[in-house]
């Protein structure tokens, strides 16, 4: 029966030609191939034979001339790949590319096929629906990869597509090698894709989350830096002088949809992808909101991400230190094992505290001075401390808010793909 054999199947941006029949063998990104090219074939004899070939649109003829160990062929779209259309698999495009490569397959007598890959250009319109329906042709599985255009490269160069097969045809030794080596660069590739997407991804979570906080920390720095003044205010209307940091706290604390401790629900949901229940020191733990719960779900919580990256050991110690400052118990020796719980630390401590300032009728400079030094009073005086964050000592809001940040920064930096040497 022979070797097994890899199809792949490019689908390459809009056309110009009417007839979907005679495109096979035509590459839309035709400028960008070109410049590519000629980067190539003055000092290469081997690349001279491929951009011969490719640009007489002879890749039939490669392909037996020099047995491949797998097959190329390439489909030029007309219009834009749209596969899906109110959420169901009835765009003509996605099943004219399967009917192209079913009428190919025969039509060439190509057989021993184990796996079709099809690239197209359109990543986003690649979804589980099109993959589900058009998961096999004539029983060969099918593997849909999308890409698109400077995805991962600077701006100025070719397609990363057309990059990735110039750099794999460049660098294998043996042309007959061809399908092997585009094959693991394209499993590469699609690595590095995933990996953009995680950061993208972390990042938007990160940065919502700074904003469940920042407004809270600007008004407590707010509040410090009156400390001594008087600011003149109508009460029952009279115009009286009241402690400017009272009057600031005031301001804060009747502000409307104010829950302290949903903040931190809504931050423990993203970090760890779960609600807790239960009550801590009377306290009653809220879920996280549902809206909260939809952007994290789409984008994904942040140990599902470290997960997903493989790099749960490169991330172990800051994986702890978020933990920590979130105030979540976890098992040391399995840190990414989801049987989390809630703790009474110091974080949880401070946004009861706040919630319980909302009730209270009138406020007082005690209360002022009770928010601005919890932190600073902990362990006689000490802070608390966090090993490994920064500040590792937490002596206000604000120190926490930092620490939080850093780490999530640091978390980012980590699970950020790496580069080739």
Known sequence: MGEKLKLYCFITGKGDDKDWSNELRNINEQEAWEKAFQKKIETND?????????????????NSKVGLNGCIIWIKKKEKFKPTINNKVENAHAKKIVDEIERKLKEERIQNIDEIIILVHAYDGIDQKVTTTYKAINQIPVKWIGYTTARGIKEDEPIWMVKLVIE???????????????YKALREAEKKTEATERIKNFSLLKHRIAHLFLPLDIDLQGIGEVEGKKVKIK??????????????????????????????????????GRDFDGKVNDWEIPKAQDDWK?????????????????KQNKVKDLWEILLNLCGIRYNS??????????????????????????????????????????????????????????????????????????????????????RSK
């Open 46 to 62: 081997k690349w001279k034979e491929i951009y011969n070939n490719w640009n007489s649109g002879k890749w039939g003829q490669i």
């Open 168 to 182: 794999a045809i460049y660098s294998c030794n043996k042309l007959s090698n061809l399908c092997n080596e585009l």
């Open 235 to 272: 009460e029952n209307n009279k115009e009286i002088e009241k402690d400017a940091q009272v009057a600031y706290l005031e301001e804060v604390l009747k502000a409307k949809n104010k829950n302290y401790k949903q903040k931190l629900a809504d931050l423990w949901y993203s970090v760890t």
């Open 294 to 310: 939809k952007l994290v779900n789409e984008n994904k919580a942040i140990i599902d991400l470290i997960k997903e990256s493989g």
């Open 333 to 418: 020796q399995k840190p990414f094992e989801n049987k989390f719980s809630v703790i009474n630390s110091p974080i949880l401590g401070f946004m009861c505290l706040m919630d319980k300032k909302i009730g209270k009728d009138m406020i007082e400079k005690g209360d002022v001075e009770e928010i601005l030094n919890y932190f600073s009073k902990l362990n006689d005086k000490k802070g608390w401390e966090v090993k490994g964050a920064n500040p590792e000592k937490i002596k206000s809001f604000h120190d926490w808010f930092c620490a939080l940040n850093d780490c999530m920064d640091r978390l980012r930096e980590e699970l950020k793909e790496e």
